[in-house]
């Protein structure tokens, strides 16, 4: 079973920061086939959206919200990533989800959720 297991999120008020961390392991994790690892985002009643993902041998890509505010960075050894949030806004209030995409699996694996609520 593969795990990803979030750190970080809380509650900010406008204009401010927050970081989030994601670190995968598992037994039949073959590192080999991690395709991508980033971040999602859902509100209630609404679709699972991209924050920030980083491609295996690839660069970021971004949410068109972000922005230039958010940035990711992703330890390929350590099989973590991280996203750097500032200047959040009260539109970014969601459950953050970190996600590994296995392209042996053929299948997304998706971290437990974090609540960011940007709020003054």
């Known amino acids: 079973q593969v795990q990803l297991v979030q750190s970080g999120g809380g509650n900010v008020p406008p204009g401010g920061s927050l970081s989030l961390s994601c670190a995968a392991s598992?037994?039949?994790?073959?590192?080999?086939?991690?395709?991508?690892m980033g971040w999602y985002r859902q509100v209630p009643g609404k679709t699972r959206e991209l924050v920030a993902v980083?491609?295996?041998?690839?660069?970021?890509v971004f949410g068109n919200f972000v922005k230039g505010r958010f940035t990711i960075s992703r330890d390929a050894t350590k099989h973590t990533v991280d996203l750097q949030m500032n200047n959040l806004e009260p539109d970014d209030t969601a459950v953050y989800y970190c996600a590994l995409g296995d392209r042996l699996a053929a299948r997304a694996y998706w971290g437990q959720g974090t609540q960011v609520t940007v709020s003054s």
């Open positions: 598992g037994s039949v994790l073959n590192t080999t086939y991690i395709d991508y």
């Open positions: 980083i491609p295996t041998g690839g660069t970021p």
